[in-house]
């Protein structure tokens, strides 16, 4: 009987134990569902883009999206602080032209008009430039200079302008005379007129220019910022 009530006692102690341990287990797995409610199951369902996890709207993929929405803008960042531009308000602002060497020029204005270039809109060269694009305001936008100086492809920065390219020559842009082109003649005159400037030559052409290279200038991210000021 001793031996009975000894075995008794041992197996209500072992479930004792055991239901105490089972318990303490319990209660761990409890507090760490709410810590982490994400089992490797639902860590796999993640993986394949699960709206839901154990009956439970996640919105993983979302902040995922707009997580890459500000690498890219953090993206745009870098690129604009890597060419000396940052949070500012002007294309002058942004731009370090110092560093670039510089030459004072007499720069005029014209437009694709009879009234610059002798040419009427039903003319079939209106409005195309000596290398062959077309005239265009914009981020780089065509000019006319003197070959022997700025050969075409030249790519000038001109403040209260922004940037050029020599796509154009004239007889009467001669030495250090530059042509800045405008859509208008009321935009040549309120705009610009005549100025003499300080213009700093970003890269030296090789003498051609063509209607991909003057799209790919125009299409730099980190100038979209601007464009609106210059083609508004």
Do not use: C
């Not at 839901?52 to 890219?72: A, C, M, P, S, W």
């Not at 009879?114 to 077309?134: A, L, R």
């Amino acid at each position: 009987m001793k031996i009975k009530k000894i075995i008794e006692k041992t197996v209500l102690s072992f479930m004792f134990v055991t239901i105490m341990l089972l318990g303490i287990v319990g209660l761990k797995e409890g507090v760490s569902a709410k810590l982490w409610p994400y089992t490797p199951s639902s860590i796999d369902r993640l993986a394949d883009n699960s709206d839901t996890i154990n009956g439970k709207d996640v919105y993983t993929r979302q902040t995922n999206l707009k997580q890459k929405e500000l690498n890219h803008v953090k993206e745009v960042d870098r690129q604009i602080s890597s060419n000396q531009m940052g949070r500012v308000k002007t294309l002058e602002e942004a731009v370090n032209y110092e560093q670039y060497p510089s030459k004072k020029v007499i720069a005029t204005g014209y437009t694709a008009g009879v009234e610059s270039t002798g040419k009427t809109p039903d003319h079939p060269q209106y409005g195309i430039t000596y290398s062959g694009v077309q005239v265009k305001r914009d981020l780089y936008s065509t000019i006319a200079a003197d070959l022997s100086v700025y050969p075409i492809g030249t790519i000038l920065f001109i403040p209260n302008y922004g940037f050029g390219v020599v796509a154009d020559k004239g007889s009467a842009i001669t030495g250090n005379k530059i042509d800045l082109y405008y859509e208008t003649v009321e935009d040549v005159y309120d705009k610009w007129g005549k100025q003499q400037v300080d213009v700093y030559m970003i890269e030296k052409g090789n003498g051609e220019l063509t209607e991909k290279q003057l799209q790919q200038l125009n299409e730099n991210e980190a100038l979209q910022v601007f464009r609106q000021d210059i083609t508004g």
